[in-house]
């Protein structure tokens, strides 16, 4: 089965411990690193983006027949044993546990390292998977040019979703929506209204920065429809989940 998600967890309770840990700050530089760490959100949060980006360029790829790939910070064991790697053939889902020196690099990383310490650990754990599962050299190099495409694209993802752009009939308005991954955002939308001489109108960012949400896939974004001068993202139920109206002037 063909790669589709990935997620990385840590253990809430310990990463609540450390924040309130009563370390020594012995420099102005180690206590600002220090409240940095207190402040910053889980580690769920923090690798959003990057698990999202990674999941567009590995899409249909089989690394180990799994569709849905967990790598742990933790050593909360979901099954007995000392494995490192379990892969459920069954039910195509996969875990993988961190070591704790990369435990401790994800939990120590500084702010302007957080995006290169988290990719280079999602790499190097998602290559060792291939290699567990015997993948080919092509597929290897595939996800080696998928890794170096991303730190070339400074952790960061914009694109148009095509499924969710739609032009309005009657009045020639098209809808333009674009998905934005990003340390800064999480996952952030945004529309542009172009007009029938493809100049932007408007423009509206669709929701709340920081988000993390994947609202792609959860299809809280399903489809997209047009009603008059409005236009309207509906989530998987037919429900409205946003809208914008062009004002008449414009048209």
């Known amino acids: 089965m063909k790669f589709h998600t990935l997620v990385l967890e840590g253990d809430k309770n310990t990463e609540k411990e450390q924040k309130t840990e009563n370390l020594p700050r012995y420099s102005k530089s180690a206590y600002l690193h220090r409240k940095q760490i207190e402040n910053r959100p889980p580690l769920f949060n923090r690798s959003f983006y990057l698990c999202r980006i990674i999941e567009e360029e590995l899409r249909g790829i089989d690394i180990d027949g799994s569709r849905v790939i967990t790598i742990c910070a933790h050593q909360n064991r979901l099954h007995p044993g000392n494995e490192k790697y379990i892969c459920d053939n069954y039910f195509h889902v996969s875990i993988y546990y961190l070591e704790p020196e990369e435990v401790y690099a994800l939990n120590e990383a500084k702010q302007d390292m957080d995006s290169t310490v988290i990719g280079e650990i999602l790499e190097h754990t998602l290559i060792d998977i291939a290699h567990r599962n015997n993948c080919s050299e092509d597929i290897i190099q595939k996800m080696e040019s998928a890794f170096i495409s991303i730190a070339n694209h400074h952790f960061m993802r914009e694109e148009r979703i095509d499924k969710l752009s739609k032009r309005a009939k009657d009045t020639g308005l098209a809808a333009h ?61 037919g429900n409205e989940v946003f809208h914008i109206t062009v004002p008449a002037s414009l048209i």
């Open 177 to 237: 929506i674009y998905r934005v991954l990003s340390a800064e955002v999480g996952e952030a939308w945004y529309v542009e209204i172009i007009d029938r001489k493809g100049t932007v109108i408007c423009q509206e960012n669709m929701g709340t920065n920081p988000d993390y949400v994947d609202r792609l896939n959860s299809r809280l974004y399903a489809k997209a429809a047009w009603r008059k001068n409005t236009f309207m993202i509906l989530d998987r139920f």
